[in-house]
């Protein structure tokens, strides 16, 4: 272990590795002493360097989403919970190639979910489990 440079203080963040071993980190919390804010925000790391990079940040701040690389090298972000404590079933792609968000061809989740589990298949699909939705705890799964 090493200590490296902070990026932006959050919590509750998704990340994920990109092909060319630079860590992509959105979303999440950031706390004050009197209050929380949802981040939109996101940052690449470059392990090579030490050193922490803005990126283009999501559409709409929210915690708890998924961050998974595609077999195309753009990263997918899934789901989450937004300010007003709702569970989103947005999905958005990150092209680091070219620094922008776009909507992703698969489209959104078909239950809002956030603190759930996204694992990247060999099929270049992503499968998405559990997590909470507004009826509680949620034992499905969705394959994108």
């Known amino acids: ?36 804010s949802w981040l939109a925000t996101a940052q690449i790391f470059n392990p090579a360097t030490g050193q922490w990079f803005a990126a283009p940040s999501m559409p709409e701040g ?21 300010s007003d404590s709702s569970f989103t079933d947005l999905s958005q792609a990150f092209d680091p190639a070219t620094g922008t968000w776009k909507a992703p061809d698969t489209g959104g989740l078909v239950t809002g979910r956030a603190g759930h589990q996204a694992t990247s298949l060999n099929t270049g699909s992503i499968l998405v489990t559990g997590g909470s939705g507004a009826a509680g705890g949620l034992s499905s799964a969705e394959l994108r």
Do not use: K, M, Y
Request: zero cysteines.
């Open 1 to 36: 272990w090493s200590t490296v440079a902070a990026g932006a203080s959050r919590a509750r963040h998704s990340a994920a590795l990109l092909a060319d071993g630079r860590v992509f980190v959105a979303g999440g919390w950031e706390f004050f002493p009197s209050s929380i």
């Open 62 to 82: 929210r915690t708890l989403a998924t961050a998974s690389l595609l077999s195309n090298g753009r990263v997918l972000v899934v789901g989450g919970q937004r």
